[in-house]
């Protein structure tokens, strides 16, 4: 886990250049880092809710009346 750690820290210290993220018309600067934790919180967040909805329709397709 400190190894983990180190390398987190190492990439968040290294990566200090802004990049620009426009969404429609609004452009917001973001670190490197801070964008790549977001879009990693987002893949987690999209790959639980597809885990479940497929795990919900499994179980409903195996489920006994």
Known sequence: I???AAIIILFKVQTLE???VSLFSPRVPLPVSVLVLLIYVLGM????F?????????HGATRRS
Request: aromatic residues 6%.
């Open 50 to 58: 597809l885990l479940a909805l497929v795990r919900s329709w499994v």
């Open 18 to 20: 802004a990049v620009a």
């Open 2 to 4: 400190a190894t983990l």
């Open 45 to 48: 967040l999209t790959g639980g």
